[in-house]
T-cell receptor, first 116, second 113 residues
Framework: DSGVTQTPKHLITATGQRVTLRCSPRSGDLSVYWYQQSLDQGLQFLIQYYNGEERAKGNILERFSAQQFPDLHSELNLSSLELGDSALYFC???????????????FGPGTRLTVT | LAKTTQPISMDSYEGQEVNITCSHNNIATNDYITWYQQFPSQGPRFIIQGYKTKVTNEVASLFIPADRKSSTLSLPRVSLSDTAVYYCLVGDRITGGGNKLTFGTGTQLKVEL
């Protein structure tokens, strides 16, 4: 158990819909990261928040957005869903957001999103 | 952007030592080398991290030569439960202080009896 929690575990929805995925980081961790893992794309970094502020952005679509709240939990919002958005979405946390070369992140169990 | 290259798959038997080598020719001066393990439908799990020479913890050893252009993850006496995908990563430093992990395709390790 990494200490990172994600809800829901599974989510099935239809194309065009909007969903929200939730992540609670490990106690004391200030950084939250979101990743998408699909069969054809592998594990892709989406976005990082550090203490409420966006810190790094990866291959995140404009239909996707995220935020980190004062209690440090984070939400990933996915809208206008398409079939290709079906994937495992992982949240990870780490104590630091500094670009210091220290890259130990703790991953949650993931949310499996199925778009039908 | 430091990229990594590692074998797509490896097979081994229980009790053997497994060495997975990763090349990262363009590693930056300040970058650490990090290895993660991932089981199907689970999030990656941090295994080990190092900067140079040798690092050892309770599950693995990491060997890094002086030029840091490659690294080798060593798993002693593997068991069936070590069957997983192993990712070698070097960090991408982002202007503004972000940390972005770039996962490659990883190495699928299969351990058999």
């Amino acid at each position: 158990d990494s200490g990172v929690t994600q809800t829901p575990k599974h989510l099935i929805t239809a194309t065009g819909q909007r969903v929200t995925l939730r992540c609670s980081p490990r106690s004391g961790d200030l950084s939250v990261y979101w990743y998408q893992q699909s069969l054809d794309q592998g594990l892709q970094f989406l976005i990082q928040y550090y203490n409420g502020e966006e810190r790094a952005k990866g291959n995140i679509l404009e239909r996707f957005s995220a935020q980190q709240f004062p209690d440090l939990h984070s939400e990933l919002n996915l809208s206008s869903l398409e079939l290709g958005d079906s994937a495992l979405y992982f949240c990870a946390s780490s104590p630091t957001g500094r670009a210091s070369g220290y890259y130990e992140q703790y991953f949650g169990p993931g949310t499996r999103l199925t778009v039908t | 952007l430091a990229k990594t290259t590692q074998p797509i798959s490896m097979d081994s038997y229980e009790g053997q030592e497994v060495n997975i080598t990763c090349s990262h020719n363009n590693i930056a001066t300040n970058d650490y080398i990090t290895w993660y393990q991932q089981f199907p439908s689970q999030g990656p799990r941090f295994i080990i991290q190092g900067y140079k020479t040798k690092v050892t913890n309770e599950v693995a050893s990491l060997f890094i030569p002086a030029d840091r252009k490659s690294s080798t993850l060593s798993l002693p006496r593997v068991s069936l439960s070590d069957t997983a995908v192993y990712y070698c990563l070097v960090g991408d430093r982002i202007t503004g202080g972000g940390n972005k992990l770039t996962f490659g395709t990883g190495t699928q390790l299969k351990v058999e009896l």
